[in-house]
T-cell receptor, first 114, second 112 residues
Framework: SQTIHQWPATLVQPVGSPLSLECTVEGTSNPNLYWYRQAAGRGLQLLFYSVGIGQISSEVPQNLSASRPQDRQFILSSKKLLLSDSGFYLC?????????????FGPGTRLTVT | KQEVTQIPAALSVPEGENLVLNCSFTDSAIYNLQWFRQDPGKGLTSLLLIQSSQREQTSGRLNASLDKSSGRSTLYIAASQPGDSATYLCAVSNSGNTPLVFGKGTRLSVIA
């Protein structure tokens, strides 16, 4: 069966520090991968998605970036965090060859920027 | 641009009641619609997925309906229990493997 992992589970970082969040999917190959952010009162916002290694689409211009160095690994990064980057970060995947393309989510990372 | 709205934002009901959560979307050309459950501080759990060609899906005490032409979906929960307390999110996809567009959710409290 497929499993999606995210780490760390929680993170407290000062403003201006770097960030690296990791997402890994097991039990499938060539998934589409997504990063969403959930901020208080704003719902889930799509940040990045990837349909393959090295292929990243950005939905929101900001100080975050994403990379996909391996087929089942998706990394969210920042060189300098802002207070507004605080939130709950969720990674998700679908298998592009499996109708009806149900999307599955990881457990999330709670980021607090102080 | 697709927009998804969920009403009400919060709902509190006594245990045993049947209830309906509403979801509407502005662009009716969707591929599928998913309902998720989110417990505090946790990720999203997929409850039901309805393809655009379907009218409803059922899982246990949950029933989701879709009226694509009017841009609406409802999630019906029968005989609610305190364990149903959570936030319920509706999301749509405009084509097979594109990202989902989410509503802000309905926070449900079922009181014993």
């Amino acid at each position: 069966s497929q499993t999606i992992h995210q780490w760390p589970a929680t993170l407290v970082q000062p403003v201006g520090s770097p960030l690296s969040l990791e997402c890994t999917v097991e039990g499938t190959s060539n998934p589409n991968l997504y990063w969403y952010r959930q901020a208080a009162g704003r719902g889930l916002q799509l940040l990045f998605y990837s349909v393959g290694i090295g292929q990243i689409s950005s939905e929101v211009p900001q100080n975050l970036s994403a990379s996909r160095p391996q087929d089942r690994q998706f990394i969210l990064s920042s060189k300098k965090l802002l207070l507004s980057d605080s939130g709950f970060y969720l990674c998700a995947w679908i298998h592009p060859g499996q109708v009806p393309y149900e999307q599955y989510f990881g457990p999330g990372t709670r980021l607090t920027v102080t | 641009k697709q927009e998804v709205t969920q009403i009400p934002a919060a709902l509190s009901v006594p245990e045993g009641e049947n209830l309906v959560l509403n979801c509407s979307f502005t662009d009716s050309a969707i591929y599928n619609l998913q309902w998720f459950r989110q417990d505090p501080g946790k990720g999203l759990t997929s409850l039901l997925l309805i393809q655009s060609s379907q009218r409803e899906q059922t899982s246990g005490r949950l029933n989701a309906s879709l009226d694509k032409s009017s841009g609406r979906s409802t999630l019906y929960i029968a005989a609610s229990q305190p364990g149903d307390s959570a936030t319920y999110l509706c999301a749509v996809s405009n084509s097979g493997n594109t990202p989902l567009v989410f509503g802000k959710g309905t926070r449900l409290s079922v009181i014993a």
